[in-house]
């Protein structure tokens, strides 16, 4: 029962701008990281950025400095905001999280998004 929703994809020239959102729904212990990955075809899905529960934050080097990772009051949602965009950046964007399920548990689970396409171009 516990879901990501993606929104927020589109179609952009270079040099242009999207806003991606992700909600969890449903009920977890707690969360543990949440962030974005990408997936071009006949590419390996990769790491565009992560932000734990302390706030801390990581980026892929493609896309230091202009990409912004944040989470909402709630600490529920994820956004992404994609700024400076290049041909290079078209890809399939997943929500991904790392949560615990209850407190009883040791074993972290992993949550993955339906894919949001974000296509770039001339």
């Known amino acids: 029962q516990v879901q990501l929703v993606e929104s927020g994809g589109g179609s952009v020239h270079p040099g242009g701008s999207l806003s991606l959102s992700c909600t969890l729904s449903g009920s977890v212990f707690r969360v543990v990281a949440m962030g974005w990955y990408r997936q071009a075809p006949g590419k390996e899905r990769e790491l565009v950025a992560r932000?734990?529960?302390?706030?801390?934050?990581d980026y892929a080097d493609s896309v230091k400095g202009r990409f912004t990772i944040s989470r909402g009051d709630t600490k529920d949602t994820v956004y992404l905001q994609v700024n400076s965009l290049k041909p290079e950046d078209t890809a399939v964007y997943y929500c991904?999280?790392?949560?615990?399920?209850?407190?009883?548990?040791?074993?972290?689970?992993?949550?993955w998004g339906q894919g949001t396409l974000v296509n770039v171009y001339s």
């Open positions: 991904h999280a790392n949560v615990y399920a209850s407190q009883s548990t040791y074993s972290v689970l992993e949550l």
């Open positions: 932000i734990t529960s302390g706030g801390s934050t």
